[in-house]
Each structure stands twice: as structure tokens, then as C-alpha cells.
């Protein structure tokens, strides 16, 4: 059985989908989570769904210069920081030649920068303990791109290199580090994707279904667990088979 009691794991854009589905499972395994949204009132909401050992904080991914002060902050609230798990994310889909530089540059700080931040603002933490895991969220476009999707693969891909770099750099003060690469799963942003497209996209996927949070929640515990501690540096994809590497 993967046991969390006794571990304490932050969940970035914790309040629904796949960061909400990584909080509820790791709680279930006996975590204490902390969970962070945009609004510190959502993110309280949830926590107390979840129940007690459950702590909703605001957390605006994207803004570097507040990392170290959020990092400290959550320090304040629990005595250590076991699990990292960084998976707040935003998209700002179109074509190469219609995209701005903003809409590339809001994407690459949000998604990759800010992880970057959060990581090294906990690394001490984590190595003055001689253990920690981080979970990178990357994605299936990071490996395989995706049209009208440039900046988010990109981002995903940087997280990618990002890991494997940092897994060489902490292994040995048993700190691992991964990423979980989801294909499609079932979530708001895959809710909005047209009939036709989705029916062309499920024959692309052997399982000829979409994931659901559950399985993304899952693959994260796993990482998170006693049990996968000499896996570091991996990319774990749970696609349904339709990227297979």
C-alpha cells in the first residue's frame, strides 16, 4: 500500500481537476496537503471539502518575486514540506504567426519559471532534511508538440529537461525528482474541445477513452511514495497509449 501518513505535500492549482485530484488522493493516503489556488477563499473551500489536515492557500503562480515569501509562509504553517507537487498551469492557444509575445511569455513564466522558483525556494528545505520529492506536471504535447499550442509545449518540454537536470543535482541527498505526463484526461479544458475533434482524437488513443484525474492523482501518490525512491529523473506518461516512448 503507498502510505503518506506523517508526509506533508503541496499541490499547486490544488482547487479543481487534476491539482484537486492529486490533493483528495494524497490526503487519502494520510498526507497532511496544502493546497493553492488564485483565491485564497477557493482554495480554503476545498480544503475543507477534503477535510482535516487540509489547508487552502492563494498562490500566484507566475510571479517569481513572491515565491520566496509564499515558500516561507507555508513553513510557518506546517513543520516540513515533504512532496512538491507543481502542476498549476495556464493556456494561451493559437498559431505560431498569430501569437504574441506576450501570450508566449505569460506562458513560459506561469508554467515553467514559477516552478523553477518554487523549487529552489524549498530545495534547502528539502536538503537539510536529506529527503524530499518533487512532481513536475508536464504533458503529452511537451514530448510529441501539438498545433496552436507552441508556448504550452514548450513550457512542458522545459519542465522536462528542467527534472532530469535537477534529479542529477539532489539525488544524493535523497531528494527525487519526476515528472507525470498526462494525455488527455477528462477536465473543464477538455470539456470544450468540439464533438468532431474529440471523436478524431479518441482514435488516436488505444485505450479509446480519455483519461480520467484519478489516473494523473494516482501516477503522482506513486511518486510521492516510499516506494519509488530510486525513481528519479523519469518522465511517467499516462496517455492511454497514445504516445508510447
Known amino acids: 500500500m503507498l502510505d503518506l501518513t506523517g508526509k506533508t505535500a503541496l499541490v499547486t492549482g490544488g482547487t479543481r481537476g487534476i491539482g484537486k485530484a492529486i490533493a483528495q488522493a494524497m490526503h487519502k493516503q494520510g498526507a497532511t496537503v496544502i493546497i493553492t489556488g488564485r483565491s485564497e477563499e477557493k482554495a480554503q473551500a476545498v480544503a475543507s471539502e477534503i477535510g482535516a489536515n487540509a489547508i487552502g492557500m492563494a498562490y500566484e503562480a507566475g510571479n517569481v518575486e513572491k515565491v520566496a515569501d509564499f515558500a516561507e509562509a507555508v513553513l510557518t504553517k506546517v513543520e ?6 507543481n502542476n498549476a498551469g495556464i493556456t494561451k492557444d493559437t498559431l505560431m504567426m498569430r501569437m504574441s509575445q506576450d501570450d508566449w511569455q505569460q506562458v513560459i513564466d506561469v508554467n515553467l519559471s514559477s516552478n523553477f522558483a518554487l523549487t529552489k525556494a524549498f530545495l534547502p528545505h528539502m536538503m537539510k532534511n536529506r529527503a524530499g520529492r518533487v512532481i513536475n506536471m508536464t504533458s503529452i504535447v511537451g514530448v510529441m508538440g501539438n498545433a496552436g499550442q507552441a508556448n504550452y509545449a514548450a513550457s512542458k518540454a522545459g519542465l522536462i529537461g ?11 541527498r535523497g531528494i527525487t525528482v519526476n515528472c ?6 477528462a477536465t473543464e479544458m477538455t470539456d470544450a474541445i468540439p464533438e468532431k475533434a474529440r471523436e478524431d482524437l479518441l482514435t488516436k488513443i488505444p485505450a479509446k477513452k480519455m483519461g480520467q484525474v484519478e489516473d494523473i492523482a494516482n501516477a503522482c501518490v506513486y511518486l510521492a511514495s516510499d516506494e519509488a525512491s530510486y525513481v528519479t529523473g523519469q518522465t511517467l506518461h499516462v496517455n492511454g497509449g497514445m504516445l508510447r516512448v
Open 180 to 185: 507525470v505526463a498526462p494525455g488527455f484526461i
Open 162 to 172: 528542467f527534472s532530469k537536470s535537477m534529479a542529477i543535482e539532489v539525488a544524493p
Open 80 to 85: 516540513k514540506l515533504d512532496i512538491l507537487v
